[in-house]
């Protein structure tokens, strides 16, 4: 299996990126400063969204996800204990719909939970966040993946919603970013490997 150093790498591109915002002439024409803006902030979105990456990565060897779902761990807790967390989930779910809902609120990313016939969680989904998409999911493509943490360890075709799952195995996990017909990661969904 590829060796996969995210830490390494994050700090990489931290200072990379830290020294090529920092550099360069200054132009006096309006047209100039507002293309190189874009571009600043183009990066930015970039560079957070990395952050992102690692961080739901990183997770998921201890079969969590990040931000509000940490501490809630696959085939460990129960959904009570995502109620406590979450509260009361918007969309429960029910014999069609296996998932309990939640959606990403201002400043908060969208999670879903699936569970065990025993109601341990057995599957947890992030779907990031809806405003400034492109800083969480809207910029990591199947390109981003390959630079970031290397080739999957598999990638199979969903024919039903026509997006492509890639796959990376994360110790007892197995991550799996869902992309859109955009190329851009749709979702995530956290399970145990099997």
Do not use: C
């Not at 201890?62 to 696959?74: D, F, Q, R, V, W």
């Amino acid at each position: 299996m590829l060796s996969k150093k995210p830490v390494t790498r994050m700090l990489s591109a931290a200072i990379l990126t830290g020294s090529l915002l920092g550099a360069g002439a200054s132009f006096s024409t309006e047209p100039v400063q507002a293309a190189s803006t874009a571009e600043d902030s183009s990066s930015l979105a970039k560079t957070h969204a990395i952050t992102t990456l690692y961080e739901i990565y990183n997770k998921a060897f201890s079969g969590e996800m990040p931000y509000t779902a940490t501490g809630l761990k696959i085939n460990e807790n129960a959904q009570k204990d995502v109620y406590n967390t979450f509260g009361s989930p918007p969309e429960p779910g029910n014999a069609d719909e296996t998932f309990d809902f939640y959606h990403a609120e201002m400043g908060h990313p969208g999670f879903a939970f699936a569970y065990s016939e025993d109601k341990i969680i057995s599957q947890i989904r992030y779907f990031g966040t809806n405003v400034e998409r492109d800083h969480n999911l809207g910029s990591i493509t199947p390109k981003v993946l390959g630079e970031q943490l290397g080739s999957a360890d598999q990638i199979r075709h969903i024919s039903s919603t026509d997006e492509i799952n890639y796959i990376y195995k994360t110790g007892d996990y197995e991550l799996q970013f869902i992309v859109g017909e955009d190329q851009t990661v749709n979702h995530v969904n956290l399970l145990e490997d099997k």
